[in-house]
Every structure is written in C-alpha cells, then in structure tokens.
C-alpha cells in the first residue's frame, strides 16, 4: 500500500497569492482572516490529509463563509461577546472555522483535548473538561456530534445548564461581522497545562499572538512559498500557533494531519511532507524518535524529504541521540541534518521565544554532573561516562530577550545555570481569575518561565524544570492528578504517594514512575495492589506506570513542613527505578 | 489472515525494541507503560493491517489491548 505510486499521486497544492507582509499591518486575528478571505478567497489555503490519504481542501472563502455560520450560531443563541467558547473536536477544518467564528463573534475561543484513547474513562474525561468550563465560565463547548453526545451523558459533572452546540446547528451566517478592532482585547485562552482540578487559563492578546506569529515568521524566514506539514495536536499551543495559525496567517499552503492518525501511520507525516514537498513542521522529540526506530522501512519506500528545510524540534527536551538517529536514517531520504531546528518556548509567550538559526545543524555539548549538581555550572567537559549531554535550544527571536537569574534575582553569567526568565511583545496577559498566580511569574513584564537553564553566547540549553510535571510526548501532566488516584485504591497509604517522570532514552520522552506507601506485607497482596493502581491510574488518565515501587510507611520523603518531596524520593530510590 | 500472536510480538521485538521472550500472554502491557498510548494505537493499526478489522479509537484501550491474551480475545470477538 506504499510506495512511489501512492507517494507521488497527488493533486500539487497551489503556490501561494499572498505577499510576504501581508500580515505586517494585522492587528487581531479576526482582522487578518477578513484580509486574506477578502483578497484571496480562492486560494486553498487548507488541506487536511488522513490516514487513508483522502484529502479535503478549503479556500480562505469557504473557511471565512463556515466561520459566519458559527459565528451566527452564538449570535443566535444570545452569545455576549467578550465570553469564552471552548471547542472540543479532533483536526479538521470545522475546528478551523470554529476558532475563527468564536473570534468574528467576538468572543474569546479556547481549545480543549479530545477524548482519545488517553482517557479510558469518559467521566474522568468529562470531569476535567467541567472542571474547564467552569474555570472559563464558558457561554458554550462546541464540539462534533459524537463528542458532544459523550459530554450529553456525563452532563452530572458538567457545571449545571452547560450549552452545547454542535456543527449541524450553524447553518445560517450572521447578519454582521464583528471583527475585534482594539488588539489589547483578549484572542484566545490556552489550557494546555495546568492540572485537572485546577485548570490554568492562560490568556493569549491579539497584539500578543500576531506579535508572536511575526516573531517566528521573522525568526525561522518563513515565507508565503513554504509549505507547512503538521499533525501535532492543535489544543496544544505549538499545535493552535504553529502549525495552524503561523501558516496559515503568512499565506502558507497549510496541511494538517489528524493527530490520531499520525498515531497509527507515523510515517503519514514524513510521507506528508513528501507529497506536499512540505518545507516546515513542528513535532516534540518523541515524534523524531519513533521515526527514527519503530517506522518499517516498507513504508518509507520511494520517500524524499530533500524539500524539508525546518523540522523544528520542541515542547519537550530535546535529546542529541534522537536527533542523531533521525538526521542519519533520514539522510538516506533526502534529510539534511541542518534542518533539523531545536527551538524553546512556552504558552506564556504564546509559542516558542528561541529557536537555533535555520540553516545551520544542531549544536550540542556534554557537561559535567557533578559541577552541574553541587556548583550549579554547566562545565563543557569531553563525551564519557557519567557526563550530561545538553543540546542548545536556539536564540532568541527578533524582539525576544532572555535573562538567566539565580537564587536572590540576579543576572548570571554564562554558563551559571538558573531559572530562565524572558522578555518579549508577545507575553500572555494573565491567568484567567487568578491574579495571585500571574504575579508570581508576570514581573515588570519579565516572565519567571519556570525552567532552569544556562546560555553560552546566543545559544540557551535547557537543564530541568523547576516545577514538578511529567511531560510526555510534549502533553504536560501533573504529578498530583496521578497521586489523586493512587490515594483512593485500597490498601495505600492516603497521602504518602508521590509520582513523578523519568527520561526514557530509548522513546525519546518521558515515563511515569510512582513510589506508594503501605502496610501490607504479604507478596500476593502487594502484587494485587500494584495491579490495582496500575489498573486504576491508567483507566483515569490513560497514563501506564513503568514503575509501582511499593514501600513500608515512611519510604515517601517530605519535606520538613510535611509537603511531598518527589525529587527526593525519586533520587532515593533511582537505583530501583533505572528503566 | 496472519496469526495474531506472533505478529504482536513481532510489533514489540521489531517497533519497541523489547525482548519479548520476557513477556507473558497474561502480561500486563498498557498498565505498566511497556506499550505507551502512542505505541498502543500504532499496535492498533498495525492489527487493523494484517485482519482487515476496523478498530476504533475507543476501544484501543486497556480494557481491551492490556495483555496478548486480551487483544486475542477482542480480535476473535469481531
């Protein structure tokens, strides 16, 4: 079913009509969609592929003409502009026009995680869009008939009265397009971290997004002739930004690939990028690295990648090794290593603030631990035993700054590891309803990013974070969501449960470890138990346990105030967590 | 239609790189993260390949794909 016939079989996307500086002048998003649907209706700005390589095209007219009929949907259903829709359906183009007809009612859209197979539990899946919605004080969820079906039945942990609209309902186009005029409006709010009780909105300007999407146009040389090829998932921010609305606003040909069909067929994307002789696409390390070893080599026959000039590499850390692996089995395809692009960023600052110059091939060094452990250097030592490798995630755009800061605020030097603090035009606003939040890391408009790291000249490397979340193929967790369902099995220690993630090296990503109290001692019961937890966790967050380490009480360490120490615990018990 | 145990073996050995002589038909494979949820619905497809089933998202769970065992027996019973 591969090969060069299926690879080469294709209707060629269209070249790009829109100049290069179109988006110069935008000043919201609605705005810049009504320019291009004005000027360029034509064009198939849009083209979503699957995995059985169907492919359905849109013109910016057609977006802009189902955006309207969203749009008249809410205006129909009394909607006050200023609110947030949260839209819940996989990659496609109603989504598309979804988010743009939220934004021409004036509203403020937001996108939230399908039920995949992540979420065993429908409930539990519920719950945490409820918990959302209720954290938006949502006028509406807009989701796809079966979605919304599934949110119908669990409406009991859905905030009462929750409006759920679906596409067949948006047949007729509002009478008048509001376009937001002033750019300080609020464009979007970002759900992407933050844990399941307590979601983090993060809201996203216009003047910050467009400032952002300019800032890696600029940055990465992105011009309307680049093709871009994605399948990352677009409730992410790398997905909504980057593979969607950096494109597609710079007048890109634009494909999109459904994220759980690129899941099942990952070679989709590198054939993607082949048939569409794609130019750019956004992945996180793990994405590399399951091509790099687990595509059959059936299906990558008759592949050239010659035309991909930007693999951008980010939302988790980024690994030398896979980067290797990749750019070597690739080279065979046409991938030159040079276009492999390490890059940094943050919802904060709504995508990526650093990126390592394109063109060039990616730079790592090795360091030294110990110095890194108890001197809070990064040594640059040569490659043995027991150094770290570190690769360097990029410089900053244009109109980005970074300041590495240690313990009492101040600047560090190069190489002095720190928490990474940035300046840019492109920072979120706040957090919705939590000010208390914002100003912990919003701080005479520099932003505490959370991460430590170090810089040598331009470049910045990524040490670790300083807040404790699992990060999973670029998905963000946290470790007190899993926790939550350790404490209620039976049998554990309520409260002496810590969990935590560990680098895979081989997936390229992260796995999920847990060290669980009890008082049980027989054999057969700790296995139960362990089976139980893992049953339990994996059947509410979807999430597998490489590790239960079951231990006697007092084996979860704490802090002296009785706070979960989980870095201590997971360095207490490393030997028996080595994957 | 292939048998479908070697070929879930074949999938662990050839795409996770695990030695599965080391792995039961009663071993736990989603539960324990052996198999990660990409791996799972990649499994998944690669299922749908060989018996021409059509597998949908919302059964590639661990309800249905934990053990060898369990992927026979939800494979028979389509």
């Known amino acids: 079913m591969y090969g060069p016939t299926v690879l080469g079989a294709v209707r060629s996307l269209p070249a790009s009509p829109v100049p290069p500086d179109l988006l110069d002048d935008a000043q919201t998003l609605g705005g810049a969609l009504l320019t291009l649907a004005e000027r360029f209706p034509q064009f198939e700005c849009l083209t979503i592929l699957n995995r059985d390589l169907r492919e359905e095209r849109r013109t910016f007219g057609e977006l802009w003409t189902r955006a309207r009929q969203i749009q008249g949907l809410l205006a129909s259903a009394g909607f006050t502009p200023g609110s947030i829709v949260i839209i819940v359906m996989p990659t496609g183009a109603e989504l598309l026009a979804a988010y743009f007809g939220v934004l021409l009612a004036g509203g403020v859209p937001g996108l939230v995680a399908t039920p995949s197979n992540r979420y065993a539990d429908e409930t539990a899946y519920s719950a945490r869009v409820g918990a959302i919605l209720e954290n938006a004080q949502a006028f509406a969820v807009y989701a796809d008939d079966q979605i919304a079906t599934l949110l119908r039945a669990q409406a009991a942990v859905l905030p009462p009265h929750t409006r759920i609209l679906t596409p067949a309902q948006a047949t007729t186009a509002a009478d008048a397009v509001r376009v937001a005029v002033d750019p300080d409006l609020i464009a979007t709010v970002q759900y992407s971290s933050g844990s399941t009780g307590t979601p983090k909105g993060v809201l996203l300007s216009h003047r910050a997004m467009l400032n952002n999407v300019r800032a890696v146009r600029d940055g990465l040389g992105l011009t309307p002739r680049d093709v871009s090829v994605n399948w990352i998932p677009l409730y992410h921010d790398m997905g909504l930004i980057d593979a969607f609305l950096l494109p597609m606003l710079s007048g890109c040909p634009t494909v999109l690939i459904p994220t759980m069909d690129f899941m099942r067929e990952p070679s989709l994307w590198l054939r993607a990028v082949h048939r569409y002789s794609g130019t750019i696409s956004w992945a996180p390390n793990f994405a590399y690295a399951i091509c790099a070893r687990r595509v059959p080599a059936a299906e990558l026959e008759g592949l050239d990648l010659s035309s991909w000039r930007i693999a951008i590499n980010a939302a988790e850390p980024v690994l030398m090794h896979t980067v290797e692996d990749f750019s070597t089995r690739f080279a065979a395809y046409g991938f030159r290593p040079e276009a492999m692009t390490p890059a940094w960023g943050l919802a904060e600052n709504v995508t990526i603030a650093t990126a390592h110059p394109v063109g060039a091939a990616p730079v790592a060094e090795h360091i030294d631990r110990q110095a890194l452990a108890t001197e809070h250097v990064a040594r640059a030592v040569p490659p043995a035993a027991g150094t770290l490798s570190s690769v360097a995630i990029g410089r900053c755009l244009p109109r980005c700054a970074l300041d590495i800061r240690g313990p009492r605020n101040e600047s560090l030097p190069d190489r002095a590891v720190g928490t990474v603090w940035l300046h840019s035009d492109s920072l979120f606003a706040a957090y919705l309803r939590d000010p208390a939040l914002t100003s912990t890391v919003l701080i005479d408009g520099w932003l505490n990013t959370g991460d430590r790291g170090y810089r040598v000249g331009e470049d910045l490397y990524f040490v670790s974070r300083e807040k404790d979340l699992i990060v999973i193929g670029g998905e963000k967790y946290a470790p007190h969501d899993i926790e939550v369902v350790i404490n209620r099995v039976a049998g554990v220690r309520e409260g002496c449960v810590v969990a935590f993630g560990i680098l895979d090296d081989q997936r390229g990503t992260e796995t999920v470890a847990a060290v669980v109290e009890t008082k049980e001692t027989d054999a057969a019961a700790l296995e139960a138990l362990r089976d139980d937890i893992r049953r339990q966790v994996n059947q509410t967050t979807g999430l597998g346990l490489r590790h239960v380490l079951l231990v006697a009480p007092g084996g979860v360490e704490k802090t002296t105030s009785g706070k979960l120490a989980r870095r201590a615990t997971q360095r207490r018990y490393a030997e028996q967590l080595a994957l | ?78």
């Not at chain 2, 996770?16 to 619905?41: F, H, P």
């Open chain 2, 1 to 78: 239609m292939e048998a479908i145990e070697p070929l879930i073996r074949k999938f662990l050995r050839s795409e996770l790189g695990l030695d599965d002589r080391s792995i039961g038909n009663d071993t736990a494979l989603v539960t324990t993260g052996i198999v990660d949820s990409v791996a799972l619905v990649r499994l998944a497809a690669v299922l749908e390949r060989a018996t021409g089933l059509v597998i949908p998202d919302r059964d590639v769970t661990a309800e249905h794909f934990d053990t060898i065992d369990k992927i026979l027996a939800y494979v028979a019973a389509k």
